[in-house]
């Protein structure tokens, strides 16, 4: 998305004091921000399908049934963690469940309600391939980080991830399409 100011001969934009235009500084640091994710998001999807023949996306889901009580999540509950469409998530679900990673269950207290479930196959997918992701985010990002640098990052992208989270009811969530 370019964020640069339209040029002044533009047709129809409206004047520059209308808008709040990024400075140089911030246009710098938010294109090496969109730079950098895009190609730690790569590096990861790379590694993740060398080793195990998943997308990051996957591997997360796997993480959050792995981590979840009895292994398993309600549907709505992983596609707001994972913060992706349902659709998106029956998706992968049918893809990790043809992998016989994961499984489906029917809610018994919601007939509409389902289930995703880490099987063993699963959860033995994961743990063999848990150590290579880490060492991947390791290199990629903490190794390159002072602590102090590592503790601001985390406490930048938790502000920002609060910012962008809503709270008001009938908010477009992705989880909720």
Same mark, same amino acid.
């Given at each position: 998305m370019n964020t640069a100011p339209a040029p002044a001969s533009a047709p129809h934009s409206a004047p520059a004091e209308a808008h709040r235009w990024l400075t140089a500084e911030e246009q710098r640091v938010w294109r090496s921000y969109l730079h950098a994710t895009t190609l730690l998001e790569?590096?990861?999807?790379r590694q993740l399908q060398r080793d195990a023949g998943m997308p990051h996306i996957y591997y997360g889901l796997l993480v959050q049934?792995?981590?979840?009580? %009895?292994?398993r999540l309600r549907m709505t509950e992983l596609a707001m963690n994972a913060k992706i469409t349902r659709s998106r998530l029956s998706h992968?679900?049918?893809?990790?469940?043809?992998n016989g990673w994961v499984r489906r269950e029917d809610c018994p207290s919601d007939k509409r309600g389902q289930f995703a479930v880490l099987t063993d196959q699963g959860y033995d997918v994961l %743990?063999?391939?848990?150590?290579?992701?880490?060492?991947?985010?390791?290199?990629?990002?903490?190794?390159?980080?002072?602590?102090?640098?590592?503790?601001?990052?985390?406490?930048? $992208?938790? $502000?920002?991830?609060?910012?962008?989270q809503p709270n008001e009811a009938g908010a477009d969530l992705p989880w909720l399409r």
């Open positions: 790569d590096h990861l999807d049934l792995a981590e979840a009580p %009895r292994r992968a679900i049918a893809r990790l469940e043809k %743990r063999r391939t848990a150590p290579g992701h880490v060492a991947a985010v390791r290199q990629a990002l903490f190794d390159r980080l002072t602590p102090e640098q590592q503790k601001s990052l985390g406490e930048i $992208m938790q $502000m920002v991830a609060e910012g962008l």
